[in-house]
Structure formats: C-alpha cells, structure tokens
C-alpha cells in the first residue's frame, strides 16, 4: 500500500499542473503557441480569436513570442513601401471606408492618370527614401485600356532607372489584364480583402468579396506575388478579422498591409468606434501568427490609432509605409527612420532569413 501511495502521489504532482492550465489557460502560453508554430504549426481560429481577445496585461507576452516568429523569418530587417496615388477620387464603387468612391463627399484631390513625369517624379523619391517597393495606385473598379498600356510603358521605365519592386493596385482585373503586367515588370498586385466574406456585404455593395478573391487568383496564375490585406475598425467582429487572415493564408499572400480606419469625414464609416492602440497591437500579432512567413506592413491608420506605441508593432511587422498614403497624411520620413533605428532595426531592400529561434 505504501508503494501505491507514493505513486499515486508522484502522478498527482505530474498531472495538477496540467489540470491548471486547462482548458483556458493552455491557449494562453503565447511561448509555447510560438514554439508550435515555428515547429509548423497553423494556428486555428479559436487560437487567433483568443490572441484578439486576450487581457491587456498579456500584450508583451503575446509581442515576446510574436517577434521570434518575425525574427525566424525576417530577423532584425525593415521593408520600406513608398505610395503614389496615381488617380484620385472619380471611382465608381460605394466602398464606404474609401474618400475616394462615389458615395464620398470628403474634400480630396480628384485627377485622372498622372503623367509619366510625374510618376517617374515619384519613383525617383521612393528610391530615395530607402524604399523597396514602389506601389503604383489608382482609384477605379479596374483599369482601363489606357491606364493598363501607361503601367506597361512605364514600369520598365522605372526599373531601368532605380532599384525598386513596382506593385500595382488597378482594381479588378482579368486574367489578360494580369499575364499583361507580369510581362511589364510589375512584381506584385495588391488587391485586398479588406474584411471577411461575410462582413463583406457591409462595406460595398457594388463588387462582392467573390470579386476581389477572382482577381487575386488571376494574379497568382500570372506569376504575379500577391499583396492583399484589410482594414480593422469598421464596425466588424473579431471573427471577420480572424476569417480575413485565415483567408490570407489560404491564398498563400506574400504580403500583407494590414490598415486601421482612418474615419475620414464624408465617408459612411466617418463616426465608426476608435479602436484602442494595445487592440491594434493584438490584431498585428494575430496576423504574425497565422502568416508567420508573409511580410507583414503597418499599413495607414498606424500614426492615428498605435499612437506612442508604434514602435511595439515592429516587434511583430516587419514593413510600413514610408510617406504619405492615399489621401491621408503619414509621418514624416525621418520619424519612421529614428523609429526604426531606435528599435534595433535596419532598412533594407531584402527580406533576411534567419535560424535565430
């Protein structure tokens, strides 16, 4: 009986501190999530849900174990995008997040195609602010004849000049229109997600969610990268953020922006909820989770809802935009530079993979 006893006792002390994390604080060792997912791991939606949904008190955790998942993959790197908007306002699509789409009344800028001067212009200052990518962006429900035959005139034209990726965001697209910009020299087409299928309906009523996934398969079958991501704060569920990055996964994106709602006045979304910056922060990590290996970019709103915490997001990102975004202003160069420095980061023009666990 003695020998039973202190076997019994032995197996009780193995097996208490697994009945203490269970079942909710098993889902809560962020280390040992990191670890599953550096070992192969895909994340499931309850486990992405409960990284949106943990305490405050949690964040750093979550960050810690985030970052080796950015440090696997991207090390101590920082991506620079660099945004022209090439055609302003004069799109006939009701995206209600948008200043630019038909239902807005927002005072922005509203120009058709830029010239190939200006556009040069514009590639010259991506360079020379360090960026990797020059994101050529018009606003419309996909491009015409002659904005297709200006992209192919001029992306060439940019590379022979500079050392930059050229990403295309032209709206809707068909397979020809695709197999025309790969032959160009485009690198990748951002087309986002914005949100999850379901959600979709809420925020445009013009083109579906059906829509915007076609022209994303057009571009994968063109030998294009894919560059799509989404907005957080118009009024969705945790579960269309979660919905939104598993979807992401699943098309195997390359890279993902990842924008907060700037409520822009004349705008639907003009008087949505503010999220608050630690929220942002949890969505970022999330996003690093399910895409360990996808580029992960502090896309518009960061200035507005991260606030002082900014710098937090790089732990998990590894990419922001340099300058200003579409018909917002960003920060000033120098400050994401000084960021960036600050926080033990370099620019550089290439993703670096690292070993480093």
Known sequence: MTDLNVIAKVNARMIQPMLERMPGELQHDWSLLGERVLGGHQVSEE????????????????????????????????????????????????????????????????????????????????????????????????PSEREIQAVEKIVPEIKARHDLEVCACLGLLTAEQAQRLAACGVNKVNHNLNTSAEFYEQICSTHSYDDRVETLKAVRAAGLQLCSGGIIGMGERDEDVVQMALALRELEVESIPLNFLIDIEGTPLDRSPKLTPRYCLKALAMFRFVNPTSELRIAGGRELHLGSLQPLGLYVANSVFVGDYLTTKGQPPEADYRMIEEMGFVVTRQEEMTNDQ
Not at 83 to 101: F, I, T, V, W
Not at 104 to 116: D, G, K, P, Q
């Open 47 to 142: 486990e992405a849900l409960s990284i949106l949904r943990a305490e405050d008190a949690e964040l750093l955790d979550i960050l810690a174990a985030g970052f080796r998942l950015r440090r696997r993959w991207f090390g101590n790197t920082v991506q620079l995008y660099f945004l022209m908007n090439a055609k302003s306002g004069l799109c006939p699509e009701d995206c209600h997040y948008c200043s630019q789409s038909k239902i807005s009344t927002a005072e922005i800028s509203r120009y058709n195609l830029l010239s190939r001067e200006k556009l040069l212009e514009g590639a010259k200052m991506a360079a020379e602010r360090g960026s990797k990518t020059y994101c050529i962006v018009i606003s419309a429900r996909g």
